[in-house]
């Protein structure tokens, strides 16, 4: 049996990746995707490739968890519309699986990182303030936000939470850089 949800998103000026959490996916799937053809080709091209993409989808499948888990907890309606009820399946496919994948992933299969502090605070905000832009034109041409968490704030109060998204992107890749280097005796 097929489900389909069809919601405002289906219609809307930038489809479903108006959302960070189906952004995150996308980036999530596309590291996977490159991981194995690496593997089945060996190449150390598309090895390179995948460990660059994992630098920014592990840290931002983390922001993930931790924003869409910490708000929920606060109330689901900041994440979620409240007609739209997911099965636990699905939220935890959604906003725990890859996060977890990912992150196995580097611990157990991918070389150390050598991003330092100061460019991953750089890359936490060029997302962070990139998504920002993304849904403000998507807002323009549809007239709402992808989480009802952005209509109920204030301007200055999205951008406190743009500043916190970018604040734990960088948090969570130095974390999980540190903790490589503990499981893995490097650094």
């Known amino acids: 049996m097929t489900l389909i949800f069809l919601t405002p998103s289906s219609e809307a000026y930038g489809w479903h990746f108006t959302y960070l959490t189906i952004l995150g996916l996308a980036l999530s799937s596309i ?3 490159l991981g194995s053809l690496a593997d089945i080709t060996l190449s150390p091209q598309l090895f390179l490739l995948k460990n660059l993409f994992s630098i920014v989808a592990t840290p931002l499948e983390a922001v993930v968890s931790i924003l869409y888990w910490g708000l929920s907890m606060i109330s689901p309606t900041l994440v979620r519309p409240g007609w739209l009820v997911l099965p636990v399946s699905a939220d935890i496919g959604f906003h725990v699986a890859p996060a977890a ?3 196995t992933d580097l611990l ?9 502090t100061l460019p991953t605070m750089g890359l936490g905000a060029f997302l962070s303030i990139s998504y920002w832009i993304w849904i403000e034109f998507c807002y323009s041409k549809n007239g709402w936000y992808p989480y009802p968490i952005f209509t109920m704030a204030s301007r200055e109060q999205r951008i406190a939470l743009f500043t916190i998204a970018a604040a734990i ?19």
């Open 101 to 103: 994948f990912l992150i």
């Open 169 to 187: 992107f960088a948090s969570s890749a130095l974390t999980l850089k540190w903790l490589y280097g503990r499981v893995n005796g490097w650094g």
């Open 31 to 33: 590291t996977f995707i």
């Open 108 to 116: 157990l299969l991918s070389p150390p990182w050598t991003l330092t």
